[in-house]
């Protein structure tokens, strides 16, 4: 009974989270690089050519897990909007804020390979088809919601208003990912998360999930990195505002005497 | 051009290039906000404006 409780709440504190963060970094940075490796070598060398796509299907190993990396940072920003909203964690803008850069371009990786692979199989670099340009908007909201983060120099009211904004635009993730069965499209329908199961050789979708756990690592390794920063950017903007208060009520308590 | 690929060398070097070049400027931007961000600190620490917090724990 004398024991201290654990409260979960405790790793919301930051200076914990950035103990924390210190300790897991360098082995999760160590992963990240070798997971990479492998995965780059299965991705252009160690696995077989589509029998219809040829060599392109190589572009797949980097334009799906930035796919699925640009969806997955926008559903890492609506749960943080939500700790934002609801459970006020003092980490939880944090993370949003220092995701959507990631976000935005892990979309633009997307966009750009998509379009690489889409000239020589479909004879075009872009068409106006559901899943391409329900990704642009993807793209688009990033961009949105990064503007408005700078727009309000106060970070909790930015907070804030970005996480409504965040939850409002998430509608754009079922979209996405269900765009291809909605409507009719260009873009070929999901082969790996079916119903069914995956619809694709073992040699090709191992490569694809290495290259998946790579850049989700990547992720995680750049989003702690970037959560570091807006940690001590605002450990920076509170003592300067400190500071700033001080001088002025020096200033004042100095002032003051001399006023008739 | 490069062929090791076939007749698509172009279109899967150019989707392998611009996503490392992508990757490289956000490790890059990211890595160099640290460093800015660790060196604004140090340079408040040494003119001796700290946190709150610190005050308190001394």
Known sequence: ?260 | MIEIFGKYSGYILASYGISAVTILLLIIWVYQDGRILNKTLSELNERGIRRRSDHANK
Request: glycine content about 6%; proline content about 5%; aromatic content about 12%.
């Open chain 1, 1 to 260: 009974m004398g024991k201290k409780s654990f409260h979960i709440w405790e790793l919301a504190n930051p200076t914990r989270f950035l103990i924390i963060l210190d300790r897991i970094m360098k082995p999760l940075l160590i992963l990240t690089i070798l997971s990479i490796a492998v995965g780059l070598y299965f991705s252009l060398f160690a696995s077989p050519e589509d029998y219809q796509q040829g060599a392109t299907v190589r572009i797949m190993y980097i334009h799906v897990p930035a796919a699925w990396l640009a969806m997955f940072a926008y559903t890492v920003m609506t749960i943080a909007s939500l700790g934002t909203l609801v459970w006020k964690h003092p980490l939880a803008d944090v993370s949003a804020k220092s995701a959507a850069p990631l976000g935005a371009a892990f979309s633009f990786i997307c966009l750009t390979t998509g379009s690489f692979w889409g000239k020589p199989m479909w004879g075009t670099w872009w068409v106006w088809d559901a899943r391409l340009t329900s990704m642009l908007i993807l793209f688009i909201i990033y961009l949105g919601l990064m503007s408005l983060w700078r727009a309000i120099e106060d970070p909790i009211r930015a907070g804030k208003a970005v996480a409504i904004l965040t939850l409002v635009g998430f509608v754009i993730i079922p979209i996405i990912k269900f765009s291809v069965d909605w409507w009719s499209t260009l873009h070929q329908p999901a082969t790996v998360f079916t119903m069914d199961g995956p619809k694709m050789a073992s040699s090709m979708l191992v490569p694809l999930l290495i290259m998946a756990v790579a850049s989700t690592l990547l992720f995680t390794v750049l989003h702690l990195k970037a959560m570091k920063n807006e940690i001590l950017r605002r450990r920076i903007r509170s003592m300067q505002m400190r500071a700033a208060r001080k001088a002025g009520s020096g200033a004042t308590s100095v002032a003051t005497p001399s006023t008739p």
